[in-house]
């Protein structure tokens, strides 16, 4: 976990919102999404690949485990940013699927046996400082939270 | 499917060279996976992967990685990767990939590993 401290006043008070159908074709899209405001609020280069990768992973698993490849679901991404914190905040109408619960315990020994899956869960907690997770009135939320710091450019 | 093209070559003493251009996301994964297979059916276990042109890597190209390197070694075979990327080299240290797999910065490299 990082040390917060005061950063750009340019990160203050960004917030953008891209929906899209549940399709694992429009992850390319959704990925720069979050590449572009990730270089206009000056996150460093090196958290850059990492979010992309985190929300890459969180709309994967929608696909997959919310949706079960129905295309015709909705994932509405919502980015808000301020001088402390990158949010993404992810609702969609799929069935209730919390990431939370699935856990590797040791990634190396997971991988050695073969296992594939769960590797974007791990990977998403991994890099995200916070991970919330909730499904009220038929909608799931995901809420991925990375803190900046003044080495975020 | 496409953003994502494989070239293949064969290569002296058994060796594939499979060279990746575009990016392997949950979307094009499959098309490498049915590649590799493709290999594995034809008892071709020695496998040069060319990650030079790949620009983004997610946990399900990862995953075609994982899932094939143990069916490479049980047939005394290997998968070694060539000159990642840092943004894909940094998705396979942080799945502890880098442990497991051979990563090399040239085929010179590559060819010595796999010998």
Do not use: C, W
């Not at chain 1, 850059?48 to 929300?55: D, F, G, P, Q």
């Not at chain 1, 919310?66 to 509405?76: L, P, R």
């Amino acid at each position: 976990m990082n040390d917060v401290n005061p950063a750009p006043a340019s990160r203050g008070g960004v917030k953008d919102r891209l929906v899209i159908n549940s399709e694992l074709k429009h992850l390319k899209l959704a990925r720069y999404f979050i590449i572009r405001i990730l270089r206009k609020v000056n996150v460093a280069p090196s958290d850059e690949n990492k979010i992309v990768l985190a929300t890459d992973e969180a709309l994967s698993n929608i696909v997959e485990h919310a949706y079960e490849f129905n295309k015709s679901g909705y994932i509405d991404i919502n980015v808000e940013v301020n001088p402390s914190q990158f949010q993404i905040r992810i609702m969609n109408g799929g069935r209730d699927f919390d990431m939370g619960k699935v856990k590797i315990k040791d990634i190396v020994e997971h991988i050695k046996q073969g296992k594939k899956r769960g590797l974007g869960i791990f990977l998403m907690r991994r890099i995200m400082d916070e991970v919330k997770y909730s499904f009220k009135n038929g909608q799931n939320q995901l809420t991925l939270i990375k803190y900046l710091t003044t080495s975020d450019r | 499917m496409a953003e994502i093209k494989i070239e293949m070559q064969k290569l002296p003493n058994g060796v594939i060279l499979v060279k990746l251009k575009g990016f392997l996301d949950a979307y094009t994964y499959g098309e490498f996976e049915q590649t590799i297979n493709n290999l594995f059916n034809q008892k071709m276990y020695k496998l040069v992967v060319d990650m030079t042109n790949v620009d983004y890597i997610s946990s399900a190209g990862a995953g075609v990685f994982i899932g094939s390197i143990g069916v490479a070694q049980e047939n005394q075979g290997n998968i070694v990767i060539v000159r990642p990327k840092p943004a894909v080299k940094e998705v396979f240290d942080l799945l502890g990939l880098s442990q497991i797999f051979t990563i090399v910065e040239n085929m010179e490299s590559a060819l010595t590993s796999m010998a």
